[in-house]
């Protein structure tokens, strides 16, 4: 037996029928019993609104299990390129195909990568040409603090090893050439 004060939903739903059918047949309820139709009212639209809440979210939940299913089986054990974990979500997805996207090749990564250490080393000799002493006389082995040219370092897309794909035309000439 339900303890006293608490409320019975069954007994609360007949009550409200029957203040939603004094009302249809056109009765007008006294300010205490309006209150309570309001109170009722109040009750079942929020017990409607907590289960369409319930049902929406189930039925989100069930569409994304079936999209990362298709997904990891169109993806497992097809492209050896792609990570065999499955992927959790429609934007871990997205991330993903943007990544293939705008990453380059092996073959321009090695390019770059050769271009780069190029450059490097031709900044490197014309620093040792700089601190060419003009008598031959001085040491060259002098400290590092003495140089024209200290250093040099990688900034931007260069510095972190990711260059973005497609390659500019102009370093895709400079490839050719």
């Given amino acids: 037996m339900a303890a006293p004060g608490a409320w019975d939903e069954h007994q609360a739903y007949e009550e409200l029928l029957y203040w939603d059918s004094l009302i249809q047949q056109g009765h007008r309820l006294l300010p205490h019993d309006f209150d309570r139709y309001e109170e009722l009212r109040y009750w079942y ?16 939940a069930a569409m994304e299990e079936m999209e990362d299913k298709r997904h990891y089986e169109l993806f497992s054990n097809k ?5 065999q974990t499955s992927v959790q979500s429609q934007y871990d997805r997205h991330v993903m195909a943007k990544h293939s996207e705008v990453y380059p090749s092996p073959e321009e990564l090695e390019a770059v990568q050769t271009i780069i250490s190029h450059v490097e ?41 990711a260059p973005i794909s497609p390659l500019s035309p102009c370093l895709k000439k400079w490839l050719k050439g």
């Fill in 79 to 83: 492209d050896p390129g792609i990570p």
């Fill in 121 to 161: 080393c031709a900044l490197k000799i014309v620093s040792d040409q700089m601190d060419v002493p003009k008598d031959d006389t001085e040491n060259t082995d002098g400290d590092s603090q003495d140089r024209v040219l200290r250093g040099v370092m990688r900034v931007g897309l260069v510095s972190c090893s």
């Fill in 45 to 60: 639209d929020c017990l409607c609104y907590e289960e369409e809440l319930r049902q929406y979210h189930d039925y989100i």
